[in-house]
């Protein structure tokens, strides 16, 4: 059976109104409650204030990518509020600029058997689908490569697989795939990195 499905689809310029999961991923608590806690959080930083910004400085301080994604340890940095905001950065890379010769509208999202990675894949493949992607979400646990192959094979414009690699269990991460399909260049990873934090995570809102 071919892992890869088209679960999660938007269309530009307009997010999608809802998004419907697959049965497989109803609304997780965890991810309930970080949505309430990410609500929470802005309203008493005061966001659309002053302080929006110094409060946006601090929560994406914590982030700084490394060999072709980001790493942390769960938990502490590596939250659902932390990973859509890293989500939202490629997304806005990939739609200023698509390369040419590829579905500019397709993503690839992937994850391991990582502690809540299929939560965590859920949540960045929301984010693309908020942002007009088409997004193939794998349906059970995949090895890396797969995602590289399936962006290659869907010419797609990137994608996202969720894994620490060799780091130890208590880590998670958001590796980056350009669209030949390979791990992001350096020189992409800076670029994404730049805009952590530079626009408001988009993303379609739970459905039962």
């Known amino acids: 059976m071919d ?7 938007g269309k530009a310029p ?22 309430i806690r990410d609500d929470a959080e802005e309203e008493h930083a005061g966001f659309g204030s002053p302080f ?4 946006r400085a601090h929560a994406m301080g914590a982030i700084q990518f490394g060999t072709d994604g980001w790493r942390a340890v769960i938990a502490e940095d590596f939250t659902f509020a932390n990973l859509a905001r890293v989500a939202q950065a490629p997304a806005d890379h990939w739609r200023a600029a698509p390369p040419e010769g590829v579905r500019a509208d397709r993503a690839v999202v992937g994850y391991d058997r990582r502690f809540q990675s299929v939560q965590f894949a859920a949540r960045v493949a929301e984010v693309l689908a908020g942002n007009g992607f088409r997004v193939t979400l794998t349906d059970r646990p995949t090895p890396t490569p797969s995602v590289s192959f399936e962006v290659k094979r869907q010419k797609a414009v990137g994608g996202v697989m969720l894994t ?6 208590a880590f998670n991460g958001f590796k980056l795939k350009a669209w030949y ?3 992001a260049e350096p ?10 934090g530079r626009h408001p995570v988009r993303s379609p809102p739970l459905t039962a």
């Open 14 to 35: 307009v997010p999608p109104a809802c998004l419907d999961l697959p049965d497989r991923f109803p609304p997780h608590p965890t991810r309930i409650a970080s949505c």
């Open 181 to 183: 399909g390979g791990s």
């Open 3 to 9: 892992p890869f499905r088209s679960a999660l689809s």
């Open 52 to 55: 929006r910004a110094i409060f």
């Open 164 to 169: 620490a690699s060799h780091n130890p269990a």
């Open 187 to 196: 020189s992409m990873c800076k670029a994404v990195e730049a805009l952590l």
